[in-house]
C-alpha cells in the first residue's frame, strides 16, 4: 500500500505498470462499457452494484445489457475481478470510478441520493493513494460540494493523500459508428496532481484525454453537450409543428439543410424525450442556476416543447381516428416501439410508455410490438405486464391504428404498409415503404 508522502508517484507507477486495481462503481449502461474497457486494457477490474442481479451476471459472464455481449462481460473476470454487492474489495481497489444514476425528483429537481450513497460507500474504505473519479452526469459543483466534504472527513488530504477527479461518459447505447472508447475524454481535478492521475488513468482507454481546469468545468462540460441536444431537439419538434401546418415535410427540410457543410447540423423530430440523460440533465443545471440568481430560459422553453410532443401525438392519432368516424375511446392501437430510441432496449423516460399509459387512460385498447422489450412489467390494463406481440399480417389488419415511435431496423415496416390499416408515424420510419393499404400519416 502507498504511503501518504509518495502517493502520487506511487499510484502514477501502478497505473503506468498496469498494476493498479480498478474499481468501479454502479454497472449501468455507463459503468459496465467502462469496467469492460478497464479490464481489457490490463487492469484487475473490480466491479460493485447494489443490484444483486447484476453482481451475479457479471460473475457468471452472462450479459444483462443487450447490446453488451457476453465476451465482454467475461473480460472483467479474466482480468482478475469480480463483482460485489459488498464492499470489502474497495480498499484493494487504486482507483475507485463511481457511475451511480442521477435521476430527478418527481419535482423535476436533481435527486444525487445515489451519489451520496456512494460517497459514504468510498469515504468508509477511502485509504492513503487512492483516485476517486466521478462520471454521473450532474450539475457543476457536485464533485467539490458535495463528493469532497465525505472523502475529507477521513482527515486525508485531497491533492496529496488521495486524489480527486470528475470525468463526464460520452457513452451513447447501441450507436453505430462512435463508441466512448473512440472518443475524447474530458477530465478535470479538484488538483493539478488529482488532474494529472486522472488524465493517466483515462489514457489508458481512450485515444485523447481533454483536461480541463476545474472538475465544475468538466462538469459543465457535459451538460453543455446534453443541453445542446435538449435544446435543438425542441428547436426542431417546434419546426415540425409550424411546417406541418404549411403542409411542408419536416423530415425533407432536414435532409435538405443538412446538405450546408457548416453552421447547421441535423436534428429529428419525434414524440418526445427518452432515456436517463437528455429529459433530465438539463434540470440539473436549471436547480443549481437558481442558487445564483439565473434562470436558464432555453431550457425551460426547449422542456415545454418537448414535453408537449407525447400529447401532440395523441391528439393527432384521436384526429385521424375521427376521420374514420371511430373514437380513441374503444380503438384498438398497436404501439411500435416502446425503447426509448432506435435499436436498444432501455424504456427509461420512453415516449412510447408515456404513449401507452395515454392512450389506454383515453379508453384504448393497448398492444405494442418492440423486438428490444419483450415483456413490461406491471403495464397493461390488469397491470400484470404486457408482452411485445408478433407482427402478423392479419393480426395487423384488426388494428384500427398502428402508432411508430421508433424507427427500430429490426421492424418489418413493408409488413406494416401492406398489412395495417392506418399507420402513425413519428419517426419516418416509413420513409421508402411502399404503404400498398395502409394510410400513413406523419405525425
Ligand atoms: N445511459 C447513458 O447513455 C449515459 C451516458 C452518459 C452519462 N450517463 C450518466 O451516467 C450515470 C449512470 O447512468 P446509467 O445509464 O449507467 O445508469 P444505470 O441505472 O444503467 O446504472 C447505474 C447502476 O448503479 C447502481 N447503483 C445505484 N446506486 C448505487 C450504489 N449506491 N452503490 C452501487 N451501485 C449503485 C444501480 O443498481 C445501477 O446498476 C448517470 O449520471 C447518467 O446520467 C449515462
Known amino acids: 500500500m502507498a504511503h501518504s508522502g509518495n502517493s502520487a508517484a506511487e499510484l502514477a507507477r501502478r497505473i503506468e505498470s498496469k498494476e493498479a486495481v480498478v474499481a468501479i462503481l454502479g454497472l449501468g449502461y455507463v459503468g459496465l462499457p467502462l469496467a469492460v474497457s478497464f479490464a481489457r486494457a490490463g487492469f484487475k477490474t473490480h466491479c460493485f452494484d447494489s443490484d444483486r442481479r447484476k453482481v451475479a451476471a457479471i460473475n457468471a459472464g452472462r450479459r444483462y445489457i443487450r447490446h453488451i455481449p457476453a465476451s465482454d462481460v467475461r473480460a472483467i473476470g479474466e482480468s482478475g475481478g469480480r463483482a460485489s454487492a459488498s464492499l470489502k474489495d474497495l480498499p484493494s481497489a487504486d482507483a475507485v470510478v463511481i457511475a451511480v444514476p442521477t435521476p430527478l425528483t418527481p419535482q423535476r429537481e436533481p435527486d444525487i441520493s445515489h451519489i451520496i450513497e456512494a460517497a459514504v460507500a468510498v469515504a468508509s474504505t477511502l485509504r492513503p493513494g487512492q483516485l476517486v473519479s ?188 375521427n376521420r374514420e368516424r371511430k373514437s380513441l375511446n374503444g380503438s384498438r392501437i398497436l404501439l411500435v416501439g416502446v425503447a426509448y430510441k432506435n435499436d436498444i432496449d432501455d424504456v427509461r423516460e420512453s415516449p412510447g410508455l408515456k404513449l401507452l399509459d395515454m392512450f389506454e387512460a383515453g379508453g384504448a385498447r393497448v398492444d405494442y410490438h418492440d423486438p428490444h422489450v419483450p415483456r413490461l412489467a406491471g403495464r397493461g390494463a390488469d397491470g400484470k405486464g404486457m408482452k411485445s406481440v408478433v407482427l402478423r399480417a392479419s393480426a395487423l389488419a384488426e388494428y384500427d391504428a398502428v402508432v411508430v415511435t421508433v424507427a427500430h431496423s429490426k421492424v418489418n415496416y413493408r409488413m406494416l404498409g401492406e398489412s395495417a390499416r392506418l399507420i402513425v408515424d413519428t419517426k419516418n420510419a416509413m420513409a421508402g415503404v411502399d404503404a400498398v393499404r395502409a394510410r400513413v400519416v406523419k405525425a
Open 134 to 321: 466521478l462520471e454521473s452526469t450532474t450539475y457543476p459543483g457536485t464533485t467539490r460540494e458535495v463528493l469532497l466534504p465525505f472523502l475529507a472527513r477521513s482527515g486525508l488530504k485531497p491533492g496529496r493523500d488521495f486524489f480527486l477527479a470528475y470525468s463526464p461518459e460520452r457513452e451513447d447505447p447501441a450507436r453505430a459508428g462512435h463508441s466512448a472508447r473512440d472518443l475524447p475524454k474530458v477530465v478535470g481535478g479538484l488538483t493539478r496532481r488529482c488532474l494529472d492521475l486522472a488524465s493517466l488513468l483515462y489514457g489508458k482507454i481512450v485515444p485523447e484525454v481533454v483536461p480541463v481546469s476545474s472538475p465544475e468545468a468538466a462538469e459543465a462540460a457535459k451538460l453543455t453537450e446534453n443541453i445542446f441536444r435538449f435544446v435543438n431537439i425542441g428547436l426542431v419538434n417546434e419546426l415540425k409543428t409550424v411546417f406541418d401546418r404549411m403542409g411542408v415535410d419536416i423530415w425533407e427540410v432536414v435532409e435538405a439543410a443538412k446538405t450546408k457543410p457548416f453552421g447547421y447540423m441535423p436534428f429529428y423530430p419525434g414524440p418526445g424525450l427518452g432515456g436517463h440523460c437528455i429529459p433530465i440533465d438539463p434540470y440539473y443545471l436549471l436547480w443549481k442556476a437558481r442558487e445564483y440568481g439565473r434562470t436558464a430560459r432555453f431550457i425551460e422553453l426547449a422542456g415545454e416543447v418537448n414535453a408537449a410532443m407525447p400529447d401532440r401525438v395523441l391528439r393527432r392519432t384521436a384526429e385521424e381516428l
